[in-house]
């Protein structure tokens, strides 16, 4: 218990927050309608009028969006209010394709703040702490999200950005930082300098992480948590809908509370566009109750993930949402078997090595390659050098039995892999080039 932002809200009951959102959907459905023509058009061809939504529970009736209809619609088409009305613009880091642009006015930014604020403080932060930045800034939101609600705690912010890793290490010594946000690899890789540089768990001030942006494992959080001495928690967010703060870990660890009084959550069949029983796997889509310059109606984001509203120890009341698998456009396709990459991850760190790797895909004689290169550690040396015929069979059976197809693993010299310093790159794909 304790640790709230905005108690008020964090804490209010479901059938209060479910009112809430009701009220604030028929404004903003109207709000919409009457300022963006794209999806005025998009709700006149489904015969969707404003006085049509009285609530949630119509919610159904309105039209998807997606990432091709912003692609679309760019850059303006969705811009819901007077371009002089708007304070900032942020974008995509375009993993998937072209970027899109998102439009903010001060109030958008304010409330995409609180957010981040709601989730520093869930993990027991306060004016007291050091909070050290390395998302990356400009664009990507992940920089400017977490500094603008670490501003909002009060805590003294380090403003980082990603990358010289030696210059983080120094801050991080000098200054005492006690909040770390970044990537999860990112904090993988400056975990792994800290202790290339000699420093034990004990040393290192962090009490916490904030890690988000990508796909990540629970293997990859123990791991974490284990070389800096802290609690990982994980944070989720995207673009299109503020930034990172959509929703946040607590100090339960199982799952992120989505800020219900902004962003309205449902999971649909990516097939077939039906809405999910919370506790199935299902795409996730969300609509923007109070954005006022972007206000995305139903948009279908393409991650997979679970809902469910379990009561939470921390008190909050918020519905959860479970660690994303990855986007359904993450997921590959290899001799016709679906495979996530995090589900590698899962088998590499239960098997004692880092969370370096890369898989390579590509083509031979119609058929799928399909190779995963692996970082041993120089602790592993010796070991490997003798045994490394065997110690390869034995992770690429562990990878079968998990994907049930059988990769051909490389166990590589450690340093090998390029470190990311922002969302790590997991794959190459070579097959699309023939
Ligand atoms: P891009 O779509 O170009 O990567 P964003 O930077 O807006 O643009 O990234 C948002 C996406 O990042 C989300 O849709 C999701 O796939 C992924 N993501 C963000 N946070 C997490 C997280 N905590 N766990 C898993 N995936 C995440
Ligand atoms: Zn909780």
Redesign the pocket.
Known sequence: MGNYYQEEFETMPVEEIKKLQSEKLVKQVKHVYDNVEYYRNMMDEKGVKPEDIHGIEDLHKLPFLS?ADLREAYPKGLLAVPQDDVVRIQS??????K??IAYYTQHDVDLWEECCARAIVAVGGTKEDVCQVCYGYGL???GPGLNGGSHKVGCMTLPMSSGNTERQIQFMMDLQSTILCCT?SYAAYIGETLKEQGYKPEDIPLKAGI??????TEEMRHSIEETMGIKAY???????IS??GV?FECQEQTG?HINEDHFLAETIDPDTGEVLPEGSVGELVFTCLDKEAFPMLRYR???LCILSREKCSCGRTFIKMK??Q??SD?MLIIRGVNVFPSQIETVLLKEGYTPNYQIVLDRENNTDTFDVYVEYTPEDGDDVVKNITAREKKLQERMKTMLGINPKVHLAEPKSITRSEG?AVRVIDRRKLH
């Open positions: 990432k995509t880091s375009g993993t998937t394709g970027r899109v990507f939101t992940g999860p890690f988000g942006a990508e796909p990540w994980d944070i989720y967010g995207l673009t299109e930034g990172p929703s992120m984001t393409r991650d660690k994303p990855g986007r993450d969302k």
